[in-house]
């Protein structure tokens, strides 16, 4: 977006970014209080606030925000009134020409129109389409995040400039909570606690993107994947195993090589250097490799549909600069299946598909989720393969199905796979942000491309339909969703450790021993703390590492056969028979509760 557009967008501001928005030419008028010679660029209203682009003398601070802040509370406590008026082009161009605003001259320059907008407020003017609140005093209350560098216009070659961001909000409440969800972000971010956890290592001794699980975070994915596995083997799918080598033809037939080659990884050379299409892929996909096992078998009308699914490695080679902790990587394990099925089969498919999906989000207590139905985009059908008939058949049975579970929707136009249509579910986790997650995408083309076949009632070859599904999306990225969303503390079926059990003194380490074997001949995963340090330590320690149970274990408890149980939620439980734990804990794992005791 231009500069120019960007100003053009102020006349759809929404009453919350006019207010933002307004606060910007405040922050302005303060910062020119500061630094006469000031020059200003931009100052839009954005996601949470707003923020203005200076020319300065000399690098901002820190420290300098406060002094800002102070300014624009005098300025909003004015009621200054917002003044609107329309100068000719050539007036405004002398008025910024004369104060030395060469951003401003420039922009006025790019503008075809023969009348601009002016606003001022109490000793500023700026150049503005608005609109604007009526006087300071509407503007909400408001705090001054940070100070970044900005290039003019984006561009390199153009002055780099210092951007000042704020957040503004109608209410102190509103601006708190922002505040609090800041922060709770950085303390629950995947990255700090994956590190602190023990749970992933992102190391430069590997290609950016590629990180590796410690045993606990293995532990935790191994969890997660049975869990999907299991359910998805309830649901009639059948595991399959494809490796991570393909050849280039395969990637022809299915057209991936046209048009998503630029986020695979290079070519290896094949066993026959001469020819291109024997050369070696690293799988970007599944779809090929479980179409070509599709293929291998012959199939009867009777058997369909076939649900193929696959916990597989898939290797993209994404923009660097995109790559964030497990969010978004190079290797990444999707939860992958592919069902062919018959054209009749569709709509209870898909809805067989939604129906795990919601299953799985109500086990992990996400409840809160909408689905964006991704649709071709009817300008540009070049960039899509497949017919016209075929589209709307696929687009109009997704509709259907979506709206036939009472999904809250939103259509996405443009947002299609280049093969057909799709339906992504979109979760909020506990802080109200968004991630993509789940994929149900229907498919006309593929079958198409490699013949594939199905021997109908009668006697005939048949042509299959498919559906290309995820139902976590990938292991790494839902990973780091449930880090961010439980804030490391995991419900206990999931968590890498259950109980840390610590005895008091040395001679109590035998005692542990033994409630430690019984514990894993129950299927609980537990630990000992056999440090020399304190016991409340060792508590602060396991609570650090939101192990869900403390199991501490002295003179008394050996005497009894108990532990002494204290839970990461810091109750104390006291004394309970060792017996009477395991049956607890092990129906919360069971019924895969998010409480921590019955
Ligand atoms: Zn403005
Ligand atoms: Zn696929």
């Not at 050849?247 to 299915?254: D, G, N, W």
């Not at 939103?410 to 299609?416: C, M, N, V």
């Amino acid at each position: 977006m231009t500069v120019e557009v960007e100003l053009q967008e102020s006349i759809n501001y929404t009453p919350l970014q006019r207010m933002r928005h307004s606060a910007a030419h405040i922050m302005a008028e303060a910062v020119l209080e500061i630094f006469p010679d000031a020059r200003l660029a931009i100052g839009p209203a954005i996601e949470d606030g707003f923020y203005y682009d200076f020319d300065l003398p000399r690098a901002l601070t820190p420290e300098d925000l406060p002094d800002i802040e102070q300014r624009m509370h005098r300025i909003v406590n004015g009621s200054y009134p917002f003044k609107h008026e329309m100068w000719p082009r050539e007036k405004a161009l002398q008025y910024f020409g004369e104060h030395s605003q060469a951003y401003k001259v420039e922009l006025i320059e790019n503008l075809t129109d023969q009348e601009v907008g002016i606003y001022t407020q109490d000793t500023f003017l700026d150049l503005c389409r608005g609109p604007h609140v009526e006087n300071t005093r509407q503007v909400g209350p408001f705090k001054l995040m940070r100070v970044a560098g900005a290039y003019w216009r984006g561009d390199e070659h153009r002055p780099m400039l210092q951007r000042i961001y704020g957040t503004a909000w109608f209410t102190q409440e509103e601006l708190d909570q922002y505040l609090w969800r800041l922060e709770e972000a950085q303390k629950r971010d995947h990255r700090k606690l994956g590190r602190e956890l023990k749970l992933f290592v992102l190391s430069e001794e590997l290609p950016a993107g590629v990180p590796m699980f410690l045993p606990r975070g293995e532990t935790l994915r191994h969890e997660m994947e049975t869990y999907v596995r299991e359910t998805q083997e309830r649901y009639g799918y059948q595991h399959v195993w494809t490796s991570h080598l393909g050849k280039v033809r395969l990637y022809k037939t299915s057209k991936h090589w046209y048009t998503y080659r630029e986020d695979m990884f290079p070519i290896m050379k094949g066993e026959q250097e001469a020819s291109e299409d024997d050369a070696y892929v690293l799988k970007p996909m599944n779809c090929p490799h479980h179409i070509t096992l599709y293929k291998s078998q012959m199939h009867s009308y009777r058997e369909l549909p076939v649900r193929y699914a696959e916990f597989a490695t898939l290797y993209r080679y994404e923009k660097a600069g995109t790559l964030t902790g497990l969010a978004r990587v190079r290797s990444l394990t999707q939860d992958d299946a592919h069902v062919f099925m018959r054209p009749d089969q569709v709509q209870q498919e898909f809805d067989n598909a939604i129906n795990l999906t919601l299953e799985v989000f109500e086990t992990y207590g996400l409840s809160d989720y909408w689905v964006r139905l991704s649709l071709r985009d009817p300008q540009k059908k070049e960039e899509y393969i497949g017919e016209d008939a075929v589209w709307e058949a696929a687009e109009s049975s997704l509709r259907e199905a979506t709206e036939n579970k009472g999904l809250k929707y939103e259509i996405g136009i443009g947002e299609a796979a280049f093969y057909g249509p799709k339906v992504d579910f979109m979760v909020r986790d506990a802080l109200g942000r968004e991630w993509q997650c789940s994929t149900i995408q229907l498919d006309f083309n593929q079958p198409e491309n490699f013949q594939l076949e199905y021997v109908g009632e009668d006697g005939q070859a048949h042509r299959p339909v498919m559906i290309h599904r995820a139902v976590t999306g990938s292991t790494e990225r839902f990973m780091a969703l449930l880090i961010e969303h439980f804030a490391g503390a995991f419900p206990v079926w999931i968590s890498p450790v259950q109980a840390m059990i610590i005895p008091i003194a040395d001679r109590h380490v035998e005692y542990a021993n033994n409630v430690l074997a019984t514990l894993k001949a129950a299927g609980i995963r537990a630990e000992i703390d056999t440090r020399g340090e304190r016991m409340n330590a060792k508590i602060r320690d396991a609570q650090m590492q939101k192990i869900p149970y403390m199991l501490v274990v002295g003179d008394k408890e050996a005497q009894a056969d108990a532990v002494s149980v204290r839970l990461r939620s810091n109750v104390d439980l006291k004394s309970i028979p060792v017996a009477k734990f395991i049956e607890g804990v092990s129906e919360i794992i069971k019924t895969k509760s998010r409480e921590l005791w019955p």
